[in-house]
């Protein structure tokens, strides 16, 4: 192919992308885009607060040795030990005197009334190194209290029970904070994110294929 009829095809195609982009569609789409994008960037631009619940079951052995499990001075045959992690995941860091005060709507895990706490603290090895707390167990909850948490920090509590309940929550919230969410795993956040992924490309796909069908020259008689 010669020269000329490249630079021809070439010179169509631009065309074809400028009639495109400055379509009433072509507009369309990207104002959506940029709505998208400008809602993602006001998202993440703050703090965001999840948390993760774990639980496991300590038990002491039965074969005859002399392993058991004590706690405050007391031998216990099972405990069920949950840690809940508390992590920043925006791009703003929260310091603790934006919190809610405690009597109105501060951090806490709410202890269910049928639930008895027998040992709580903080998780130091999980809990990042530059981030100071402290706990407090007032109105049936653990109070949980910070100087600052900074963007990727996090904060893991302990709390030992002979009870086996696993659905324990954070609630409470701060300034640009409304609420604590659960952290998805990373299968549901694999999930998702396909999901999303494959509808905004069958979404552009679509009006892409309706602008085009309707730009498509008529066949010559």
Do not use: C
Not at 13 to 36: C, D, E, H, Q
Not at 58 to 77: C, E, M, R, W
Not at 98 to 126: A, C, F, M, Q, W
Request: aromatic letters at 12%; glycine letters at 6%.
């Amino acid at each position: 192919m010669s020269p000329h009829g490249i630079y021809n095809r070439q010179s169509k195609a631009m065309r074809a992308l400028w009639n495109f982009l400055t379509s009433p569609t072509g507009a369309f789409l990207m104002a959506v885009s940029a709505i998208l994008i400008g809602y993602y960037q006001f998202y993440i631009s703050r703090p965001i607060l999840k948390y993760t619940t774990e639980t496991t079951e300590l038990t002491s052995a039965v074969d005859g040795n002399n392993f058991q499990i004590h706690l405050n001075g007391k031998a216990y045959p099972k405990l069920y030990k949950t840690s809940i992690t508390l992590a920043n995941t925006g791009e703003e860091a929260l310091a603790g005197s934006d919190v809610s005060s405690i009597g109105h709507d501060p951090i806490r895990i709410p202890i269910p009334p049928r639930v008895k706490i027998l040992h709580y603290g903080v998780n130091n090895t999980e809990t990042s190194s530059d981030v100071s707390v402290n706990l407090l167990k007032a109105d049936n909850a653990i109070i949980i209290g910070f100087n600052y948490l900074n963007p990727d920090n996090q904060i893991t509590v302990n709390m030992y029970s002979e009870d086996n309940f696993e659905n324990f929550e954070i609630l409470g919230s701060a300034v640009n904070v409304n609420r604590i969410t659960q952290a998805w795993s990373p299968e549901q956040t694999r999930k998702f994110i396909m999901a999303a992924v494959a509808g905004i490309i069958l979404f552009y796909t679509l009006f892409i294929y309706l602008y085009v069908r309707r730009h498509k020259p008529l066949p010559r008689i």
